[in-house]
């Protein structure tokens, strides 16, 4: 557990250091300012399709880091290093998934609130939209830095790691857009589901890639 406190401590300031915390948040109040101009000023055309379009602009902000969460550490022979002290790549991948989530989703969130003022959201639909991204964000976290193990070392690493992410996070999309419209908490409970399954299995597959990427 020490180790995991380390290692997510570490990766949680590199990101800090590298404009991590806030380049998702300026990237969603940037495309929530600009939505109104694209599809005009009428507020109930806004407040229907609002949230779906911040859960689009969570997912994409969630990308932004992708290119920096593992090839940096593999070409500096970080994880080789890590690796030779015992600790297993499921552990790092665990560390890195929990500073990756800790990096943008609290902040994403919080930036949530301003952004839903400006698409006229109403305070029903704020609280189901938090609820949401609650849950769904760290299956977004899990999804970038899954993709991001399977192609360090690739040429164009960040823009093939986001091609690959946006087809896997269409079910979270449908299921997070969902629980705006869905008085039943059926598309919440789905959310919880997809976002635990990835959660769980991104430090195995991780770890299998990164060992894979080291033969």
Known sequence: MTILLVLAARDLR???????????VAFLLLVASL?????????????RSGGGMLWIAALLASLLPV??????????????????RGIGE??????????????????????????????????????L???????????LAALGLLVATLTAGLRSSGALAGLLALPLAVPLLIFGAGTLGDGSGAALKFLGAASLLLVAITPFAGGAAIRAGRE
């Open 14 to 24: 590199q990101s800090w250091q590298s404009a991590g915390l806030w380049l998702p």
């Open 35 to 47: 939505y109104p101009f694209a599809v005009g000023p009428d507020a109930a055309l806004l407040r």
């Open 67 to 84: 290119d920096r969460l593992v090839a940096p550490d593999r070409d500096a022979g970080v994880l080789d290093q890590i690796a030779l």
């Open 90 to 127: 499921e552990t790092v991948v665990l560390a890195r998934l929990v500073a990756h989530w800790l990096g943008f989703g609290p902040a994403l969130m919080i930036a949530t609130l301003p952004a839903a003022a400006l698409l006229k959201l109403d305070a029903a639909t704020i609280g």
């Open 129 to 139: 939209l938090e609820a949401g991204l609650l849950i769904g964000t760290p299956a």
